[in-house]
């Protein structure tokens, strides 16, 4: 079946400009993560949703960044006024509520801000 | 709070020689240990984890690792590289229980086989 897809693959934007992420999750998983990988820094958590629940937004690094996902399954992270620390690999991954505890990730999307 | 150190940033081996990267740990409390691969521009792929039971963790691609407790460690091992193990490795931590689960990973250990 199809796996976790992420759009899109590649993001250039300028200093101060918002972008937005978008994350397709595998059907059917009720949990979606968002990680960013940066040099130097590894991988780092950001946001968890999970159901209907309330998510998770301890790993969010500023109230710049912000997550939704609708109708339980798209998610999209938003990067306002961006600036060129925020230049990441952002990694999607989804798991089903009654998993292992097996996280399933996308391809990323690389943004360079410049 | 959990901390992940993989101790090698980078490891070159030779092909069919075999390979042990590290991965120690640190939690007040038990956790559940994965590694993840990942193979340039793609995402992170489960190579195995340890949740409970048997120390000795068997995994895909002829990997496999083995949960030290008194050591608090996780080193993931393989008898003999192909060159298509060219990656970088990841190692993570998540603790059992109720919560986001959220994996806390290591810095990675990129894997290079030379033929």
């Known amino acids: 079946g199809a796996g976790v897809s992420q759009s899109p693959s590649n993001k250039v934007t300028e200093k101060g400009k918002d972008v937005e992420l978008r994350c397709d999750p595998i059907?059917?998983?009720?949990?979606l993560y968002w990680y960013r990988q940066s040099l130097g820094q590894g991988l780092e958590f950001l946001i968890y949703f999970q159901g209907n629940s309330a998510p998770d937004k301890s790993g969010l690094p500023s109230d710049r960044f912000s997550a939704e996902r609708t109708g339980g399954s798209v998610s999209t992270l938003t990067i306002q006024r961006t600036q060129q620390e925020d230049s990441a690999v952002y990694l999607c991954?989804?798991?089903?509520?009654?998993?292992?505890?097996?996280?399933?990730f996308g391809p990323g999307t690389r943004l360079t801000v410049t | 709070a959990q901390s992940v150190t993989q101790l090698d940033s980078q490891v070159p081996v030779f092909e069919e020689a075999p390979v042990e990267l590290r991965c120690n740990y640190s939690?007040?409390?038990?956790?559940?240990l994965f590694w993840y691969v990942q193979y340039p521009n793609q995402g992170l792929q489960l190579l195995l984890k340890?949740?409970?039971?048997?120390?000795l963790v068997k995994g895909i691609n002829g990997f496999e690792a083995e949960f030290n407790k008194s050591q608090t460690s996780f080193h993931l091992r393989k008898p003999s590289v192909h060159i298509s193990d060219t990656a970088e490795y990841f190692c993570?931590?998540?603790?059992?229980?109720?919560?986001?689960?959220?994996?806390?990973f290591g810095k990675g250990t990129k894997l290079s086989v030379i033929p």
């Open positions: 059907s059917g998983h009720t949990a």
């Open positions: 993570a931590v998540t603790p059992p229980g109720a919560g986001s689960y959220q994996l806390t």
């Open positions: 991954a989804s798991k089903s509520s009654d998993s292992s505890y097996e996280q399933y």
């Open positions: 340890y949740l409970s039971g048997s120390t």
């Open positions: 939690s007040s409390v038990s956790v559940y």
